[in-house]
Nanobody, 115 residues
């Protein structure tokens, strides 16, 4: 199982970014996917989850209405569209999945929201 995140960067408050997580090594369309983030000095927290077919999505209260998780099973990719970004969204963002009894993390992508 391999998960590779991309799309992070520096953005001003109120701006937008779209993160991608390319998956390989497993049957992507069978498994739910999640995005987590970890800010400096804080614990890693769950941001959003999506079921295998994309029919159900859940979000942390702090990002509801601003972030959207989606997936393209033909491309083995999960996305996180982030709008109205705030400085407190600054963190390393990770995608995660649970396959055959084990959790897998990507390497993370840095998102910095600053003027």
């Amino acid at each position: 199982v391999q998960l590779v995140e991309s799309g992070g960067g520096l953005v001003q408050p109120g701006g937008s970014l779209r993160l991608s997580c390319a998956a390989s090594g497993f049957t992507f369309s069978y498994y739910g996917m999640s995005w987590y983030r970890q800010a400096p000095g804080k614990e890693r927290e769950l941001v959003a989850t999506i079921t295998s077919a994309g029919g159900s999505r859940n979000y942390a209260e702090s990002v509801k209405g601003r972030f959207t998780i989606s997936r393209d099973n033909a491309k083995n990719t999960v996305y996180l569209q982030m709008n109205s970004l705030k400085p407190e969204d600054t963190a390393v963002y990770y995608c995660w999945t649970f396959v055959a009894g084990k959790g897998y993390w990507g390497q993370g992508t840095q998102v910095t929201v600053s003027s």
